[in-house]
Nanobody, 126 residues
């Protein structure tokens, strides 16, 4: 059974940092692209950052470039999203997702990802 579990969300002040974790089970996560997405109230879900199976391809949305870093620890089947210099506009529910069973790389958009976690809330106060 494919499962993705996010953790690490919370409430933080502007300029603060959080590290989100996405732990995968039920498949060999290192063999598939994994991404982080977010959805704010009243807005569509958007791609924040995605990483290819071997880490050779990484995408960041323009709004988070230079502030967020995605990384993989394949020994733990876990993908992280380090978020620094957080802004109130980063407030959203953050989801991780995998392209499994689809191989290869595609755009970092929700339609390209097949299995999703339950999400974790990130709130940045001003």
């Amino acid at each position: 059974q494919v499962k993705l579990v996010e953790s690490g969300g919370g409430l933080v002040q502007r300029g603060g940092s959080l590290r989100l974790s996405c732990t995968a089970s039920g498949f060999t996560s290192e063999s598939y692209a994994i991404g982080w997405f977010r959805q704010a109230p009243g807005k569509e879900r958007e791609g924040v950052s995605c990483v290819s199976s071997r880490g050779g391809v990484v995408y960041y949305a323009d709004s988070v470039k230079g502030r967020f870093t995605i990384s993989r620890d394949n020994t733990k089947n876990t993908v992280y999203l380090q978020m620094n210099s957080l802004k109130p506009e980063d407030t959203a529910v953050y989801y991780c997702a995998t392209r499994y069973p689809a191989a290869g790389w595609d755009t970092c958009t929700p339609r390209s990802y097949n299995y999703w976690g339950q999400g974790t809330q990130v709130t940045v106060s001003s």
